[in-house]
C-alpha cells in the first residue's frame, strides 16, 4: 500500500519561505510522476505543482509560478515543495499526490495517492 506522509508546513511571515516534503512508500517512487495540490478553507483543491518521474519536466499553477519550486530525490523517495516570497492567500492544507504514469499532470484524476496534507498558514 503506497504511503505518503508531507512535513515541514507551518506558519511564516509574508515574504518569508518554507519548504515541504514528502516521504513515499509502498511502491517504487522514480516509476511516477508526483504533484502538490492545495485546498484553502471554503475553496476547491487546486493544482500546485507538478514533476515527471525524472524531474525532468515541471509544471506549475499560476498563482505560484517563479515563487515555488518542485523538486524530487528518487534515491531518497522524496518530493519537495520549496515555497519562496509567501503571501497570505497561499494559506491552504498542502497535500502531496503520486501519479498514475511516469509523466505529470494537473488533473487530480492522474493521482491515484493522497497525503493526509500539512497546514502552511502565512501572516500578513
Known amino acids: 500500500q503506497v504511503q505518503l506522509i508531507e512535513s515541514g508546513g507551518g506558519l511564516v511571515q509574508a515574504g518569508g519561505s518554507l519548504r515541504l516534503s514528502c516521504e513515499a512508500s509502498?511502491?517504487?517512487?522514480?516509476?511516477?510522476?508526483m504533484g502538490w495540490f492545495r485546498q484553502a478553507p471554503g475553496k476547491e483543491r487546486e493544482f500546485v505543482a507538478g514533476?515527471?518521474?525524472?524531474?525532468?519536466?515541471?509544471y506549475y499553477g499560476d498563482s505560484v509560478k517563479g515563487r515555488f519550486t518542485i523538486s524530487r530525490d528518487n534515491a531518497k523517495n522524496t518530493l519537495y515543495l520549496q515555497m519562496n516570497s509567501l503571501k497570505p492567500e497561499d494559506t491552504a492544507v498542502y497535500y502531496c499526490?503520486?501519479?498514475?504514469?511516469?509523466?505529470?499532470?494537473?488533473?487530480?484524476?492522474?493521482?491515484?495517492?493522497w497525503g493526509q496534507g500539512t497546514q502552511v498558514t502565512v501572516s500578513s
Open positions: 509502498g511502491r517504487t517512487f522514480s516509476n511516477y510522476g
Open positions: 499526490a503520486a501519479g498514475k504514469t511516469p509523466t505529470a499532470t494537473r488533473l487530480q484524476s492522474g493521482y491515484d495517492y
Open positions: 514533476i515527471s518521474w525524472s524531474g525532468s519536466n515541471t
